[in-house]
């Protein structure tokens, strides 16, 4: 069993829809949470971070953390065909261990 | 003004080949890492480097051998090619401590013949 599970799609969704991506993880040591995209033939980039338990708002993205339940979500309100890529959770457990540990990835294509 | 770069983008070779691959940040940064992504877009750390000292070293072949000239470089040179190596190897570089800050290179696409 993988330490982050993620969904790999992939997903479509009309645009203007609101779109919900999630992790589940199993090490209880993580303590920072990111969400990367990532485009096709590129890096992956960071959109979002959080640290603990938690919700976290920038724009049309949200992160939210349930560490009592090992989920992490990203939501995109008013989705754009410019937010179709794949979207990489990712976690670590803090200064000292800083790797990140990331899921496999959700393809996400937003339809015009 | 890129602020991690990495060459080649892309790589073609024959399998017991010995072939390097550079990265470069200007961020400043004190911590450089070696990703590789699979054909399965799974992204796992290899290496990782704080002011040139091996502080990550996650079960990789000695095939491959990580150098760090100084900190703002971290080179990865990979011995005898095999054709499982053939991946995406994304450098990435961040601030010791500030796991949220990792920035990530453009990827070097490797194919091995």
């Known amino acids: 069993q993988k330490e982050v599970e993620q969904d790999p799609g992939p997903l479509s969704v009309p645009e203007g829809a609101i779109v919900s991506l999630n992790c589940t993880y199993s090490?209880?040591?993580?303590?920072?949470f990111m969400w990367y995209r990532q485009y096709s033939r590129k890096g992956p980039e960071l959109l979002m971070y959080t640290y603990s338990s938690g919700n976290k708002e920038d724009g049309r993205f949200t992160a939210q953390v349930d560490k009592s339940s090992k989920y992490i979500s990203l939501f995109i309100r008013d989705s754009q065909p410019s937010d179709s890529a794949t979207y990489l959770c990712?976690?670590?457990?803090?200064?000292?261990?800083?790797?990140?540990?990331f899921g496999t990835g959700t393809r996400l294509t937003i339809i015009p | 003004d890129t602020a991690v770069s990495q060459t080649p983008k892309y790589l073609v070779t024959q399998m017991g080949n010995d072939k390097s691959i550079k990265c470069e940040q200007n961020?400043?940064?004190?911590?450089m890492y070696w990703y590789k992504q699979d054909s399965k877009k799974f992204l796992k750390i290899m290496f990782s480097y704080n002011n040139k000292e091996l502080i990550i070293n996650e079960t990789v072949p000695n095939r491959f051998s990580p150098k760090s000239p100084d900190k703002a470089h971290l080179n990865l040179h990979i011995n005898s090619l095999e054709l499982g190596d053939s991946a995406v190897y994304f450098c990435?570089?961040?601030?010791?401590?500030?796991?949220?800050?990792?920035?990530f290179g453009p990827g070097t696409r490797l194919l091995v013949l």
């Open positions: 990435a570089s961040g601030a010791r401590g500030q796991q949220e800050t990792q920035y």
């Open positions: 090490n209880s040591a993580f303590q920072y």
């Open positions: 990712a976690m670590s457990q803090g200064f000292g261990n800083e790797k990140l540990t």
């Open positions: 961020l400043g940064h004190d911590t």
